[in-house]
Nanobody, 124 residues
């Protein structure tokens, strides 16, 4: 059983930055691909970014490419999402997820483990 805990969400003005963290209960490096997803009220959960199980080959949604950066710290067993130039449309609950595979994919349906989510609100 993999447990994930997100932190770092909050309220920021448009153009601001936040860094989200996802701490895993056990070792995920080399065993689980990991990613970030977000969900706004009334909308389907959508892909944001993901990496392979060794924190490589990052994938990004077109809507965040060039603004967000996904990375990981193997020593801390923690995944990060650096968010810059935030827009009001980035407002959502952000979730960290993991799947028991090397490969990072964009579909939330293929991820097995999820954190509780952290709220990100971007004001105009």
């Amino acid at each position: 059983q993999v447990q994930l805990v997100e932190s770092g969400g909050g309220l920021v003005q448009a153009g601001g930055s936040l860094r989200l963290s996802c701490a895993a209960s056990g070792r995920t490096f080399g065993h689980y691909a990991m990613g970030w997803f977000r969900q706004a009220p009334g909308k389907e959960r959508e892909f944001v970014a993901a990496v392979t199980s060794d924190f490589g080959s990052p994938l990004y949604a077109d809507s965040v490419k060039g603004r967000f950066t996904i990375s990981g710290d193997n020593a801390k067993n923690t995944l990060y999402l650096e968010m810059n130039s935030l827009k009001p449309e980035d407002t959502a609950v952000y979730y960290c997820a993991a799947r028991s595979s090397y490969w990072a994919i964009t579909s939330y349906r293929s991820y097995n483990y999820w954190g509780q989510g952290t709220q990100v609100t971007v004001s105009s």
